[in-house]
């Protein structure tokens, strides 16, 4: 039920410059009557990397070389739309831990990081050159907050709050948290009452 | 210091205040469900072991994957197994939780958007929190309401708070009047199109102006419906006296009402309240809009010119509507009209879509349905007539639900349709793949399946 932690990883980027992915994008409405989580990473984008008639298109998701990838790199206002967390859900599956734009949507980002998914917002200039080079090799430290591009591309700093970051380094989901408040609901609840 | 009435809201739910290392852990008055987005959450619960903290603060019905055609026994018609397992998985859920739930048997199952104020269980000054970004429509009521993801749905399950940190405010300020045939729906894509479809990212909004208190309850619905559509996963309105009529005397209004309207008049932003960003809008420039292209922010008036963008995502936008840049809407030949969603699925909307098919007839090349946001409106609707204004012009009247609007139960158009909708999504396949979506107000889609091609009501010969 806790997620992988996630400090340090280097991977080869996918890029998808697309601005407003939105999660209709990401996955399907027809895909949400699922009643588990799992398996959805075949379906992550499925109308551009499936024909109608079910066979593989030419899109560079069904490339070997993104399928290792572990970062995606998305237009500005990636994961606008719904709040399906079904997204994320198939981003992680499909084999995604991070994903950077110049603008993600609020409640993408919150599903993304419930989920050992870190979505990074990062200077348009950095996330340009990203655009710019896909399938570069791309080094994400989350404890530095630092995204260290290759070459001359330089070193970015972004930032993410200490909760999520301390929830995506350890993999410890927000529940535990929530329920240690149990006394202080309580409390907050007869006050109410009055 | 004067507050502004998110501010208000939010400081009288606040569990544990935020902190450099944590956010605040704000408390949720209303929690709404429905099949999609709980079953996962639900799992966790069990995992842990852990009970619904207040099922007297929670809400389910069954929208997104119900049919809206049933067959000769009255039985819906599913879109496939997995569809008809997920609306079972809810109402078992539900019932072993010992949650109020609205599912086939109720007389008020509906888009949950719309069933939730109707029952009076959406009031002003609530936290009322739901798995589905239209949450927002709740803020018609002076509620801060919002769209979460399944793993929150198991946190208010499991503790009814959620871990938040506070967005910033944004005033929407309208000013002037709306000159005749403009509608709520309009005037929300105008101010989408004005503020971009990420412009209210990071942000919680507030409408303000005689607009908004001139507009009744269904069209502040549908104006903070969409809030989401600009980024801003909640945007409400001021309660008054519309708010408080709307109200009274519903299933689950407080007992003591006057003493409940009294608490809710301090539900306002106080004079010199300082907002993070205020946007002003002239409501007269507003005309009846339509979108062009696969973001509701790409929206403009029906009669307007489609804009030139150097922008490669517009581009490709216009060339998936198959639309150019220099035309415009009006008179782009329509396949499809959908009529409903929890943006435009209200009595109101019934009628002024019946208003415009009353004596006249859909064109032969188009097929509209129009569906009622939930039992009630379905109900009402048919008490007054309208399902048989809206068959007899050629329309089919259609079982409750979210329907084409998400186009997950089966409701869909055929690739490269164009489709005039009501809803609140014209993201490319949507209403299914290849689908092309126009956003627009129920006035227009109805204008629009009569004409067989966009237009305004205005723009039809009588």
């Known amino acids: ?194 | 210091m004067p507050k502004t009435l998110f501010d208000k809201i939010w400081n009288a739910h606040v569990v544990t205040p935020e902190a450099a290392a944590h956010p605040a852990t704000l408390y949720i008055d209303l929690h709404l469900i429905h099949e999609v987005t709980s079953p996962q959450a639900f799992t966790v619960l069990r995992e842990r072991d852990l009970k619904v903290r207040r099922p007297d603060r929670t809400l389910a019905t069954i929208d997104h994957s119900t049919p809206t055609l049933k067959d000769e026994d009255g039985a819906p018609l599913y879109v496939n197994d997995q569809a008809k397992t997920q609306v079972a998985t809810l109402l078992s859920n539900a019932a072993e939780q010992g949650i109020e739930t609205h599912g086939w048997d109720s007389d008020h199952r509906g888009v949950v958007h719309v069933m939730g104020p109707e029952l009076g269980a959406t009031q002003p000054g609530m936290t009322i929190v739901c798995g589905d970004s239209h949450t927002s429509t709740h803020g018609a009521f002076g509620a801060i309401a919002f769209g979460i993801g399944t793993t929150q749905v198991g946190h208010v399950l499991a503790t009814q708070c959620l871990l938040m940190r506070k967005p910033k405010t944004m005033a929407i300020e309208l000013t002037g009047e709306l000159v005749d045939g403009v509608t709520p729906k309009d005037v929300i894509l105008a101010i989408i199109a004005k503020i971009g479809v990420g412009g209210g990212t990071g942000y919680a909004l507030e409408y303000r102006g005689a607009v908004f208190e001139q507009m009744s309850m269904a069209g502040r619905m549908t104006v903070c419906n969409m809030s989401i559509e600009a980024g801003a996963r909640c945007g409400l309105i001021a309660p008054d006296e519309t708010t408080f009529e709307y109200l009274r005397g519903r299933p689950h209004a407080p007992e003591d009402y006057d003493a409940a309207v009294a608490e809710w008049r301090n539900l306002t932003t106080d004079a010199g309240a300082i907002f993070d960003k205020v946007v002003t809008i002239d409501a007269a420039k507003i005309r009846p809009m339509a979108t062009y292209g696969t973001h509701p922010g790409m929206a403009a008036p029906i009669d307007a010119v489609i804009p030139n963008s150097d922008n490669e995502a517009d581009a490709k936008a216009l060339d998936y509507m198959q639309v150019k840049a220099g035309q415009t809407m009006a008179n782009q030949t329509v396949d499809r009209v959908f009529v409903g969603s929890c943006t435009n699925g209200r009595l109101e909307d019934m009628r002024a879509a019946a208003s415009v098919l009353s004596g006249r007839q859909v064109a032969k090349t188009v097929r509209m349905i129009v569906v009622p946001g939930s039992e009630q409106v379905k109900a009402q609707a048919e008490a007054e007539g309208l399902d048989a204004i809206i068959i007899a012009a050629g329309a089919e009247w259609r079982e409750p639900g979210c329907s084409m609007c998400i186009a997950m139960n089966g409701d869909k158009a055929a690739p490269g349709e164009l489709v005039v909708s009501t809803s609140n999504r014209n993201f490319a396949g949507r209403q299914g793949p290849g689908a092309r979506t126009v956003l627009a107000s129920p006035e227009t889609a109805a204008a629009s399946a009569v004409a067989g091609v966009v237009t305004s009501v205005a723009g039809l010969s009588t």
């Open chain 1, 1 to 194: 039920m806790s997620n992988q932690p996630l400090t340090t990883l280097a991977s080869r980027t996918v890029v998808l410059p697309a601005e407003n992915i939105d999660t209709d994008q990401i996955i399907p409405a027809r895909f949400l009557t699922v009643t588990s989580k799992d398996g959805l990473g075949k379906h992550a984008f499925n109308d551009w990397r499936y024909a109608e008639d079910g066979s593989e298109t030419e899109h560079l998701l069904n490339q070997d070389a993104a399928k290792a990838s572990q970062i995606l790199v998305g237009g500005h206002n990636f994961g606008c739309g719904s709040s399906r967390e079904h997204a994320p859900w198939a981003l992680t599956d499909y084999g995604f831990r991070v994903v950077i734009s110049s603008e993600i949507a609020d409640i993408f980002r919150s599903n993304a990081v419930k989920n050992g998914l870190l979505p990074i917002v990062i200077e348009k200039g950095a996330h340009n050159w990203l655009l710019d080079h896909p399938g570069a090799d791309v080094t994400v430290d989350l404890k530095k907050r630092e995204v260290r591009l290759p070459g001359n591309g330089g070193t970015y700093r972004f930032d993410v709050d200490d909760f999520s970051a301390h929830c995506l380094m350890e993999g410890v989901d927000e529940l535990g948290y929530l329920d240690g408040q149990a006394g202080a609901i309580e409390t907050f609840e007869k006050a109410q009452a009055k």
